[in-house]
């Protein structure tokens, strides 16, 4: 008897970590789904995975557009929750608390979202990870914020393996990863950052979205792994 193809929903996986994440598990043969809010985003990488892959566009900040798309998906097996933030960087002295309050509704809240709306059709025997950062690992200056915007998901995953079982809740904690998440930064300030994290981290290197994308491919396959906190970073939190 042929077993089943697993199916894989990524959402945000137009770009970045989640793109990388959909290519790695379209190597491992499963079926993927990739979402994200701008259609033209989603297309490019539609392209650059060779068409391989399903692709729906709605906004993952809207409950209503999120309870739609799992309504319509019906079962897969594994949810990959890539949606991610900026909100809540620089000194605590001058942070401003209500950008911080708009990052939980930009990642946090969406996360939280997609899961919950997935919960009826996802298989239990499957897995669903989030995407947290090492931020909130990390004991550095500049980053309360948005470490506690992250902690908020790590906080959630043990508790969540427990309450969900026997669905599989993880997360990784990825540090700082050449990813167009750092665009707000000009070419000449991003490659200064990069070689000062570089530096500092164990590896000798920042991280690349596959370092990553390796790390989640893991934990959708790890049936014996829940509760767990991935922390993907080259050894960055031993020396920040």
Known sequence: MTE???????????????LATAKRLLGLGMKVTITGRNQERLKGAWHSLGGAVETAAFDATEPEEVRQFFARLGTFDHLVLAVSGGKGLGPFETL???????????KVRP???????ALPTLNKGGSVTFISAVSAQLSAP???????????L???????????????????????????????????????????????????????????????????????????????????????
């Not at 089943?4 to 989640?18: D, F, L, M």
């Not at 950052?193 to 396959?221: M, Q």
Request: aromatic letters at 6%; hydrophobic letters at 45%.
């Open 4 to 18: 089943k193809t697993q199916h894989a929903v990524i959402v945000g996986g137009s770009s970045g970590i989640g």
């Open 96 to 106: 401003d608390l209500t950008d911080m309050s708009s990052g939980l509704d930009e």
């Open 111 to 117: 996360q939280l979202s997609c899961l919950q709306a």
């Open 142 to 152: 500049g980053v309360a914020g948005i470490a506690a915007i992250n902690g908020m």
């Open 154 to 240: 790590l906080t959630v995953v043990p508790i969540l393996a427990v309450e969900l079982k026997p669905l599989r809740v993880n997360a990784v904690a990825p540090g700082v990863i050449d990813t167009p998440w750092w665009d707000f930064l000009h070419d000449e300030q991003r490659r200064a950052v990069f070689a000062e994290y570089a530096g500092k981290t164990p590896v000798g290197r920042i991280g690349r979205a596959e370092d990553v994308a390796d790390a989640i491919a893991f934990l959708t396959s790890a049936s014996f792994v829940t509760g767990q906190v991935l922390t993907c970073d080259g050894g960055l939190r031993f020396a920040a």
